[in-house]
């Protein structure tokens, strides 16, 4: 038994400190402040992006209105995507902002003022990565236009061909897509082409129309751009041709000059010739992550940059495809991989 008189109890419980709030009501103070600071932040947020689309929609000034012409125009050249723009915008104002932002129309390109005869010319092909912010692309310099051909897919009329077969099949050593087709809501066979379709001299499809659009090279290995009719075309020795449009460069003058050209953002494909006879051939990539795509204008500007004095917009979209060195060199934009297509402009 203990004789020390000192009995043994528990410690007392510590007391919060004078003015100090217990440990549960101030947690719970700082979550209550959070969540206020979040409501806040998302009505913030809300009446920024509100303020923004009603500027979108309606607000004339340059950075909404570039905005708003994109857009439109972007959704208007695509098959499938045109709600973007009609259920934002009336006829009247998706008329006026295309009629805006259209490539003009500068007539036939000038042959004779581009130079291809009595030189050596240099045999070699030079890939330039022309990527940029936006979009990824390359530039293809064939020095020698002669090399440069129309082939068209072996089953024409029935099924369309990819780029390697094509490449394979001609002996080619650089293929891209080519002109315009027949492709009903994207789930055509790419077999049918329309327009005008020459090769190596031969016409292997012309529609009933009286004249065509041309894309093609004559006997003196010049690009030529214009709107011709069937007898215009023999006469002036076209070797090969496709159909499509708009010209972006004619006899030096550039065709867009405000907007920006009228098509929107997507894959693009083109073809142009230097003065002194060099042929550029033009992809790049869009509709997917690093590369959503490039407008007209982007085209017309990159290639004026490499010398261009003639350029012509080539079928874009999907069906843009690069064939060089033995590979596809860009990533074509379809979900199904590179697409089958009838006409292709090839170096042999």
Not at 115 to 124: A, C, F, I, L, N
Request: hydrophobic share 35%; proline share 5%.
């Amino acid at each position: 038994m203990s004789n020390t008189g000192i009995s043994r109890s528990s410690p007392p419980a510590p007391q919060p400190r004078p003015g100090r709030k217990p440990a549960g009501i101030y947690y719970y103070s700082r979550r209550k402040k959070r969540i206020r600071q979040l409501l806040a932040g998302i009505i913030s947020l809300f009446l920024v992006f509100s303020l923004c689309f009603l500027g979108f929609l309606y607000v004339p000034i340059q950075p909404f209105e570039m905005l708003r012409e994109l857009w439109v125009t972007s959704a208007m050249t695509t098959m499938s995507h045109q709600y973007l723009a009609t259920s934002l915008f009336s006829q009247a104002e998706i008329q006026q902002i295309m009629d805006n932002n259209k490539a003009a129309d500068l007539g036939n390109s000038h042959p004779s003022a581009v130079k291809t005869q009595g030189t050596d010319k240099d045999s070699g092909i030079e890939l330039i990565d022309i990527s940029q912010k936006g979009f990824k692309g390359y530039l293809l310099k064939v020095k020698d236009p002669e090399r440069v051909k129309v082939a068209a897919t072996r089953y024409l009329g029935q099924v369309g061909e990819k780029a390697e077969d094509i490449a394979k099949e001609n002996g080619a050593s650089a293929v891209i897509n080519g002109g315009v087709f027949d492709d009903p809501q994207g789930t055509g066979n790419g077999g049918q082409p329309l327009g005008i379709l020459i090769s190596e001299g031969r016409i292997l499809y012309k529609d009933s129309a009286s004249s065509f659009d041309i894309i093609g090279l004559n006997q003196d290995n010049v690009l030529v751009l214009g709107h011709y009719t069937l007898s215009q075309i023999k006469q002036m020795g076209i070797r090969d041709a496709v159909t499509f449009s708009p010209f972006l460069v004619v006899d030096g003058k550039p065709a867009i000059t405000h907007g920006d050209g009228g098509w929107g953002i997507a894959p693009r494909t083109a073809i142009g010739q230097t003065k002194d006879g060099s042929i550029l051939m033009l992809v790049i990539d869009g509709r997917q992550l690093g590369s959503l795509g490039a407008t007209l204008k982007d085209v017309q500007d990159i290639m004026l940059q490499y010398g261009a004095y003639n350029v012509a917009n080539l079928d874009g979209g999907a069906s843009t495809v690069l064939y060089y060195d033995g590979k596809i060199v860009n990533h074509p934009s379809s979900q199904y991989g590179e697409r089958s297509i009838p006409s292709f402009f090839i170096v042999k």
